[in-house]
């Protein structure tokens, strides 16, 4: 019961302490004491744990280094050190379970999953527990959770991570709602790309992407963005805005997909050459070139990042045809930048050709 009282007395104490709370705080979580193994930490009474963010949100672009910052002190400040624990986990952007990236207790530090060889602490100053990640990947976005654990308080900030990237959609050359969720998912890898977020579709939808064809996203659920409603999309009488099937059975269920690429390390061109080329000639035209032909999510992020414009249509990697198009034309396709696309036409026909060459040692692809 004394033990009872002493806790009271903790939490009572702290969250007068929150008032002063800075703004991206959290406040006090103080789950541990009830579930307190009785280890003695009541001593500990009286002192606060603040960890702290500057930014709720990072945004930033694949292959960059990211710094997710975060920092923790005691309040009054303790003479001696204690031992703390630090741990960062993350909850993938499309959904799925919350994985652990770094444990530190002391000066020893263990890594997990995908993040194994790409993070550390900043730990430029005392209390500096900001999360560095090395080459961020397509599908590194999501919310981090910065913890930090002394013995009977446990205080933690979250930061969501988000890529600058390009949403587009994606059909494969059998046709319109062909693919199960997996096999969306593939068809985003090998144009260059990862299943797309909500929020990804988001943003590109309020920056004007408007496809009447349903996707697939990471989260699974199978949603469409209209920019201006019209009647073979719904009908005129919805408003504009991503209009959601819901999650849909990931097996049974076939819909075409929305993918997200990021900016590229590598170029994207448009092969000079002095005749056209069919499919097969257009392949080895490129590697000719030192390249490889280029994939939609390649040509969709030269378009997006680097402004690409070339109203020629070549060939891309997946056997479709298309041609970015930044400064809209007469004869080059409706009156809006864009990405056109000329389908999936015979391999035998003849067109130009986009290729990618990565730049030199680029581990990015
Ligand atoms: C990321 O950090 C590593 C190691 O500190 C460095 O070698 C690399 O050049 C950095 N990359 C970028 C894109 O800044
Ligand atoms: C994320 O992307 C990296 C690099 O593109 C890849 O190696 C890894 O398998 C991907 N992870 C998941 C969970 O898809
Ligand atoms: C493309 O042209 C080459 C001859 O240059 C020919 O051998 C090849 O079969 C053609 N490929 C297709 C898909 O038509």
Known sequence: MANRRLLMAVLLQSLFGCQAAP????GFLYHDIFNNNGNGEISFSGVQLHVESEQTSVFTSRGANATLPCHYWYQPALSAPRR?????SWQPAGGGHEMDVLVAIGNRQRTFGGFRERVH???MSAGDVSLVILGLH??????????????????????????RGVVFPYQPHHGRYQLSFSKAQEACEEQGAVLATF?????AWEEGLDW??????????????????????????????????????????????????????????????????????????????????????????????????RCDSGWLADGSVRYPITYPRLNCGPLV???????FPAPRHKHGVYCYRAEQASTCL
Request: proline share 5%; net charge positive.
């Open 199 to 203: 929020d990804q579709l988001y943003t």
């Open 23 to 26: 703004r991206f705080s959290n």
């Open 121 to 123: 602490l900043r730990q």
């Open 212 to 309: 009447c064809n349903a996707g697939w996203l990471a989260d699974g659920t199978v949603q469409y963005p209209i920019t201006l409603p019209r009647v073979p999309c719904g009908g005129l009488g919805l408003a504009p805005g991503v209009r959601s099937y819901g999650a849909r059975h990931r097996h049974l269920h076939r819909y075409d997909v929305f993918c997200f690429s990021s900016s590229l390390k590598g170029e994207v061109y448009y092969l000079p050459h002095p005749h056209r080329l069919n499919f097969t000639e257009a392949i080895h035209a490129c590697q000719d070139d030192g390249a490889h032909i280029a994939k939609v999510g390649q040509l969709y992020a030269a378009w997006k990042f680097t402004g690409m414009d």
């Open 84 to 88: 703390t624990r630090v741990k960062w």
């Open 138 to 163: 397509l599908n590194d976005t999501g919310r981090f959770r910065c913890e930090v654990i002394d013995g009977l308080e446990d205080e933690r900030v979250t930061i969501d991570l988000g890529l």
């Open 337 to 343: 930048p864009g990405v056109r696309s000329f389908g």
